[in-house]
């Protein structure tokens, strides 16, 4: 052969043994089949992630954990649980590895793990990896009182403030408002004429005194994660520096309404036609007793106003004089004029008795004013009123 036919001859070979090795030849009893196809059912995972991370709520300063599950996958499954809290710009590498559940302590509490971090985990066999949901964690806690940004206040005796607490997580189960009266003394505050709200998420005071000038502070208690229930003490605190100012304005009474009453109304008589007129004809009621135990005037301190004195701190002055012109005092069984006198009717020591006409009714006039601990009284247009008419048994004029 020439060198030409040489060089043919290897060509051809060369091309069978390619032809050979890429696909086989039919009736040599090899099976057709592909490579890539074969590779690619070899390498596909099977491992799944059945139980995902969830997010989960509990108190500041518990322990929170986040459990993951999984089916399938070749080989020896790995685990590595990620975190990303609010500040981070990206999760990164948290916790043991290899573990199906992350354990987070002190949830809450400084900067390892604060409200509104995220974690998850990326589970990997062999032949892949997978990267779980995220999961949020929420802390019950004390975030805020409103108003944010002033935590000292000095204002002047009769203002009035309102604290709000404001928290993240599951919704409270009760407050309670404190105040500090010591070194490690602190206080449950109580409703009251100035205290509204003391187990309320607002805390309102009004008509602030001296006395009122103190730290505040509230417990929140929260459900917890197993069903229980833990309380927080906010660090947070509201300090009050009431300051005492010359009071001039007067104490009045809230929307009074004066009254008109009667006492002692008429008895309806009924007489036989053939009884004399003696046996039928009542004596006029000459007067009517207000009894030392009688509560019909007496005035709650809810309707008692002043711009700096407590409500149950106010004096209560009242008077009963005659109802026309000139308007004298009226004076009791031992001759002291009934005007002026402190405190409510009913604890008068003495009975009061209001004479009556022997021919009409006669009208008296109960006056109530207030005094505030400055001094100032209540102005004579805005004191409270009471009319009273004592009416009479009607006398018997004619007969049949």
């Known amino acids: 052969m020439s060198k030409n036919d040489d060089d043919i001859c290897r060509m051809i070979l060369l091309c069978l043994l390619l032809f050979l090795m890429v696909k086989p ?35 500041k300063g518990n322990k929170v954990t986040f459990s993951t599950g999984t089916e399938g996958g070749t080989g020896k499954i790995h685990y590595l649980w990620k975190r990303k809290r609010p500040t981070d710009s990206t999760f990164s590498e948290f916790g043991a590895a290899d573990s199906v559940k992350l354990p987070v302590y002190n949830i809450g509490v400084g900067k390892e793990a604060p409200q509104g971090t995220l974690y998850q985990v990326i589970v990997s066999d062999q032949t892949g990896m997978l990267i779980s949901e995220s999961a949020l964690l929420t802390v019950n806690e004390i975030t805020a009182i409103a108003p944010a940004g002033v935590a000292v206040y000095t204002v002047d005796e009769g203002t009035s403030l309102a604290f709000s607490v404001l928290t993240s997580g599951n919704a409270p189960l009760s407050y309670q408002w404190i105040k ?6 602190w206080r449950n505050l109580v409703d009251n004429q100035s205290i509204l709200g003391s187990q309320e998420a607002q805390l309102r005071l ?38 005492q100012v010359a009071d001039t304005i007067a104490p009045n009474f809230i929307s009074p309404v004066n009254k008109l009453m009667t006492l002692c109304p008429e008895d309806i008589l009924q007489a036989a036609w053939d009884e004399p007129l003696a046996a039928i004809q009542p004596a006029p009621t000459s007067f009517c007793t207000l009894h030392k135990n009688n509560d019909l005037f007496d005035l709650p301190d809810s309707i008692f106003h002043d711009n700096v004195t407590p409500p149950s701190e106010l004096i209560l002055h009242w008077g009963i004089r005659s109802g026309k012109a000139p308007f004298d005092p009226v004076a009791d069984v031992a001759g002291n004029l009934l005007d002026d006198r ?38 004579e247009a805005q004191r409270y009123r009471i009319e009273i008419s004592i009416s009479q048994r009607p006398l018997i004029v004619s007969k049949f």
């Open 25 to 59: 030849i039919s009736g040599l009893g090899l099976s057709r089949y592909s490579y890539r196809d074969e590779y690619k059912a070899a390498c596909t995972s099977t491992l799944k992630i059945v139980l995902q991370p969830s997010g989960t709520t509990d108190c």
């Open 180 to 185: 500090k009266f010591g070194t490690n003394d």
């Open 206 to 243: 009004t008509s602030l005194s001296v006395a009122d000038s103190g730290i505040y502070k509230v417990r929140v208690s929260f459900p917890t994660a197993n069903g229980n229930q833990c309380a927080e003490t906010s660090s947070i605190t509201r300090t009050i520096h009431v300051k």
């Open 342 to 379: 402190k405190g409510q009717i009913s604890l008068h020591p003495e009975d009061i008795d209001l004479n009556g006409s022997e021919e009409s009714c006669s009208t008296y006039m109960i006056v109530f004013w207030l005094e505030d601990l400055a001094g100032n009284l209540t102005e």
